[in-house]
């Protein structure tokens, strides 16, 4: 089942940008990593993957683990603001404007990492549809 789920998340993001084979092994990788760790219920990610976040702690532990995996959080929770403006560089290409604003918007601290992580990528969804679970 697990499988499945990465399977549809792995062609969910190709569809959204252009990855390549290394990428979408290593999206893989971190995604079954995360669910063994997270234990998040597969029905609250499919709802948060269409934007739809729920408070449930075990998406929050997903999302941290993600981020971690994906380098926008350091393992001290803080976020990795140089690591972030060049993901959404290769997201955004040529809009160094709304990655700012997203940035500016997005990126806020959080003394707890699993809250600041949520945070973000509920954020970057609402303001630019860029989903990373």
Do not use: W
Request: with cysteine; charged share 25%; hydrophobic share 40%.
């Amino acid at each position: 089942m697990q499988l499945l789920f990465a399977a549809v998340l792995v062609i969910a993001l190709v569809q959204v940008n252009s990855l390549t084979d290394k990428q979408k092994e290593l999206l893989t990788q971190h995604y079954n990593q995360c669910v063994a760790i997270s234990k998040v219920d597969q029905a609250v990610l499919q709802k948060a993957r269409a934007g739809d976040f729920a408070n449930d702690p075990n998406l929050k532990t997903h999302i941290k683990c993600i981020s971690e995996k994906i380098g926008f959080q350091g393992t001290d929770g803080k976020f990795r603001r140089d690591v972030i403006e060049k993901k959404l560089k290769e997201t955004i290409p040529g809009d160094n404007a709304k990655n700012a604003k997203l940035i500016e918007t997005c990126v806020v601290a959080n003394k707890d990492p699993k809250l600041q992580a949520f945070n973000a990528f509920k954020c970057l969804y609402t303001n630019a549809k860029i989903n990373l679970l």
